[in-house]
């Protein structure tokens, strides 16, 4: 069965620090890899998605990059963090574009 | 601009109680419609609607789509204490890639 991770589960960082949050995906291959963030109280807003290595779509400009160095390896970062980047940052995967996603557990994110 | 919108915000029952939530979209490329269920974390898929007037079922659980109407709605029957949390209605594209959620239904199942 496939299995979701995502790390760190919280993270706390000052204004103006790098960030680097990661999320890997086992037992499939080539899946469709997607970052979501959630604000409090708000839907999911689409961040990134990637359909293969190396392959990166952004739906959101901002300060966010997203990277797929392995094929169930997905990277999201920043090299300067701003106050509201604070927020619930969900990874997702799913076989491909046809089918439901599948979410990891999540990083909470605190800028302060 | 795409729209999918969730009612009520949020709702308060007692155990036992069958719930009703609803969701409505605009969006100019459908596919489908999907359900999540979040507890704590992540969110937990549910259901993927792409036809209309087809039920779909699972436990006490059930879904319907209507794209005539561009809505879709949630029954909770006998519901329990483990069914408090925030339902999250997406709509997606024929690609999938780009689903638009709703900002949720809070479900509150009192004892």
């Known amino acids: 069965s496939q299995t979701i991770h995502q790390w760190p589960a919280t993270l706390v960082q000052p204004v103006g620090s790098p960030l680097s949050l990661e999320c890997t995906v086992e037992?499939?291959?080539?899946?469709?890899l997607y970052w979501y963030r959630q604000a409090a109280g708000r839907g999911l807003q689409l961040l990134f998605y990637s359909v293969g290595i190396g392959q990166i779509s952004s739906e959101v400009p901002q300060n966010l990059s997203a990277s797929r160095p392995q094929d169930r390896q997905f990277i999201l970062s920043s090299k300067k963090l701003l106050l509201s980047d604070s927020g619930f940052y969900l990874c997702?995967?799913?076989?491909?574009?046809?089918?439901?996603?599948?979410f990891g557990p999540g990083t909470r994110l605190t800028v302060l | 601009e795409d729209k999918v919108v969730q009612s009520p915000l949020s709702l308060v029952v007692h155990e036992g109680d069958t719930v009703t939530l609803n969701c409505s979209y605009e969006?100019?490329?459908?596919?489908?419609l999907l359900w999540y269920k979040q507890e704590k974390k992540a969110p937990t898929f549910l259901f993927m609607l792409?036809?209309?007037?087809i039920e779909k079922k699972s436990g006490r659980l059930s879904s319907i789509l209507d794209k005539k109407e561009l809505f879709s709605i949630l029954n909770i029957t006998a519901t329990q204490t483990g069914d408090s949390a925030v339902y999250l209605c997406?709509?997606?594209?024929?690609?999938?890639?780009?689903?638009?959620f709703g900002a949720g239904t809070r479900l509150t199942v009192k004892p």
């Open positions: 037992g499939t291959s080539n899946p469709n």
């Open positions: 969006v100019t490329n459908f596919r489908s």
């Open positions: 792409t036809s209309s007037g």
């Open positions: 997702a995967w799913s076989m491909d574009s046809h089918n439901e996603q599948f």
């Open positions: 997406a709509v997606a594209p024929p690609d999938n890639n780009d689903m638009r």
